[in-house]
C-alpha cells in the first residue's frame, strides 16, 4: 500500500506568493516522523523541515512550515514568499518508529515564475 | 563537512556488463543507504549499513545487486549482468544515528545509462 501519497505532480506559484504542497501518509504505528526534501535540477536532495507525531506545534523553518493534521493525517509544506531559486522537485516522506529508512512520495515539481 | 560523495556522476555502460559505484558519507556518519530514483518517481530504498553492517536489503535489490561498506567507512554498490531497466539515478545517504528525527544527507548521485 502508497505509504506517502503527492498528488500534486505539479504546481506553478508566482514570485513571492505562498504555495502550499500536499502530502498525505498512512501508517498504523503511533510514532514516525514526517520530512520535506527538495531535490533541485543538480540531483542532491537537501533536508527541509521534520515533523514528529509528537509534536505538539507546526514546524517552521525559516520560509517553510508544515501544516500538520494528524487526524488527516496530511502534512502539507507551504512556502512562503517564493523565490525563483524555489523551482525543483519536492518530496515529502516518512520515517517509522520501526523502520530505519525513509520512504519517500513521488514528488511535486514547483515551478516560481515572476 | 565536506557532505556526502559519490563517483561517478555519470555512467554508461553496455547491457550484460558490470558496474561499481563509489559512495563516501559524512565522516561520522555510522548510517549508509542506497536508494534507486527513476525518472518521475520519489526514491527507493534499496539497503543500508550500520557501520559495516548490512542490515536490511529491499526485495528491489536482486541477486545482480551487491552492497559492501569494508571498515564502516566507504561503501561500494556493484551491479552485474546490467539489464536496461537497472538504468536510474543511484543515490547515497548518510546519518548519524536511528532517532525518528535523525535526518539523511544524500550526495548528488550517479546518473546510470545502460545501453
Known amino acids: 500500500a502508497q505509504k506517502i501519497t503527492q498528488t500534486q505532480p505539479g504546481m506553478f506559484v508566482q514570485e513571492k506568493e505562498a504555495v502550499t504542497l500536499d502530502c498525505t501518509y498512512d501508517t498504523s504505528d503511533p510514532s514516525y516522523g514526517l520530512f520535506w526534501y527538495k531535490q533541485p535540477s543538480s540531483g542532491e536532495m537537501i533536508f527541509l523541515i521534520y515533523q514528529g507525531s509528537y509534536d505538539q506545534q507546526n514546524a517552521t523553518e525559516g520560509r517553510y512550515s508544515l501544516n500538520f493534521q494528524k487526524a488527516r493525517k496530511s502534512a502539507n509544506l507551504v512556502i512562503s514568499a517564493s523565490q525563483l531559486g524555489d523551482s525543483a522537485m519536492y518530496f515529502c516522506?516518512?520515517?517509522?518508529?520501526?523502520?530505519?529508512?525513509?520512504?519517500f512520495g513521488t514528488g511535486t515539481r514547483l515551478q516560481v515564475f515572476p | 563537512d565536506t557532505g556526502v560523495s559519490q563517483n561517478p556522476r555519470h555512467k554508461i555502460t553496455k547491457r550484460g556488463q558490470n558496474v561499481t559505484f563509489r559512495c563516501d558519507p559524512i565522516s561520522e556518519h555510522n548510517r549508509l543507504y542506497w536508494y534507486r530514483q527513476t525518472l518521475g518517481q520519489g526514491p527507493e530504498f534499496l539497503t543500508y549499513?550500520?557501520?559495516?553492517?548490512?542490515?536490511?536489503k529491499s526485495r528491489l535489490l536482486s541477486d545482480r545487486f551487491s552492497a559492501e561498506r569494508p571498515k564502516g567507512s566507504f561503501s561500494t554498490l556493484e551491479i552485474q549482468r546490467t539489464e536496461q531497466g537497472d538504468s536510474a539515478m543511484y543515490l547515497c545517504?548518510?546519518?548519524?544515528?536511528?532517532?525518528?528525527?535523525?535526518?539523511?544527507?544524500f550526495g548528488s548521485g550517479t546518473q546510470l545509462s545502460v545501453l
Open positions: 516522506a516518512m520515517r517509522e518508529r520501526n523502520t530505519d529508512k525513509l520512504i
Open positions: 545517504a548518510s546519518s548519524f544515528g536511528s532517532h525518528l528525527d535523525e535526518k539523511l544527507f
Open positions: 549499513f550500520q557501520n559495516e553492517a548490512q542490515l536490511e
